[in-house]
């Protein structure tokens, strides 16, 4: 077995092992594409890091376990709130410093611009929101002091309930009603999080990374607890085509059911992969910028719910 498969093969398998049992709406995990620049290799050197990153996705196909519904096969008004789509703009503002090789530190903060149409129950007409806001915050610490080239680390961190998670409908006879919990920009919760990476080299041409990243919430809030989730993230990249990165990632994403008096459990929850190619852009000896096109390869939710076809994103980043 090759050096790159040795490691990815053994990240893989442990975190296939636990998907079956998790699941993910797109609807609260939102973009899964792996943007962590330590992660990946990009912030092994000692000091200041910046980076902004934006992603659009569209989610208008309904989908039912694993297959894609038509609208009109479901005739209104329905007994149950069915989402019609939710148009997502959304911008990740990170900040990472490494205090020496072995250690480092990195904070996000998003902030969400989403339009949202739903049928609300009982209802022929639909039902609009358009919000847009800070979300939940990340910290994350991490130790790659294990191996002298940094390759392996740990992080483990907290998310904090900075997002609101009052916001109402503008439009329709919903007008004034607050959105389903996993609509708004936070989940009220403070969540623990914990994750493990490895990267390193096949050869001088090509770069591998993997990341598992779990996330736990950690108490309940007005009714409302968001599924326990983890994300599995593997990437190869080529390294000699001059300024120019090619790069391509496959994404897991995992999470179980809501849970609480306000969840909507029986639709939510799924397990989501996605391929995503990519390039990256070296702009400068301390700027490099990327974009990317998610994908979705396999698709499996709880109930109803509403996924896009394709996710883009694009990102810099600064070294200081």
């Not at 000091?47 to 996705?57: A, K, N, V």
């Not at 080239?149 to 904090?160: H, S, Y």
């Not at 992969?273 to 096109?293: I, Q």
Request: hydrophobic share 40%.
């Amino acid at each position: 077995m090759s050096r790159l498969s040795r490691p990815l093969a053994s990240l893989a398998a442990a975190a296939l092992a636990t998907l079956p049992g998790v699941a993910a709406a797109c609807s609260t995990c939102g973009c899964s594409l792996n943007s962590d620049w330590a992660s990946q290799g990009y912030a092994t050197s000692r000091g200041l890091h910046l980076s902004l990153r934006q992603d659009y996705f569209n989610q208008s196909r309904l989908v039912s376990g694993s297959d894609r519904v038509a609208f009109g096969s479901i005739p209104l008004p329905s007994e149950d709130e069915l989402q019609r789509k939710t148009i997502n703009r959304n911008t990740l503002l990170g900040l990472d410093y490494s205090f020496n090789r072995a250690w480092g530190l990195s904070v996000q903060l998003p902030w969400f611009s989403r339009y949202h149409e739903t049928w609300p129950e009982g209802e022929t007409t639909l039902s609009s929101s358009r919000g847009q806001g800070i979300g939940d915050i990340r910290v994350v610490a991490r130790y790659q002091g294990f191996s002298p080239d940094a390759g392996l680390g740990v992080q483990f961190g907290v998310k904090l309930a900075t997002g609101t998670f009052k916001q109402t409908f503008d439009a329709g006879s919903a007008a004034g009603e607050l959105l389903d919990r996993g609509l708004q920009r936070g989940t009220g919760t403070t969540d623990a999080l914990f994750g493990v990476y490895k990267f390193g080299y096949l050869s001088d041409s090509v770069g591998y990374f993997g990341q598992a990243m779990g996330e736990v919430a950690m108490n309940a809030r007005d009714g409302f607890r968001p599924g326990n989730s983890l994300n599995v993230n593997l990437g190869l990249r080529y390294l000699d085509a001059g300024m120019f990165v090619p790069q391509v990632q496959l994404n897991l994403h995992g999470e179980q059911r809501e849970s609480g008096a306000f969840a909507d459990r029986a639709n939510s929850g799924a397990t989501l992969a996605y391929l995503s190619p990519g390039l990256g852009v070296k702009l400068g000896r301390r700027v490099d910028a990327f974009v990317f096109m998610q994908v979705p390869v396999h698709e499996h939710v709880n109930g109803l719910q509403i996924e896009p076809g394709r996710l883009w994103s694009a990102g810099v980043q600064l070294r200081l």
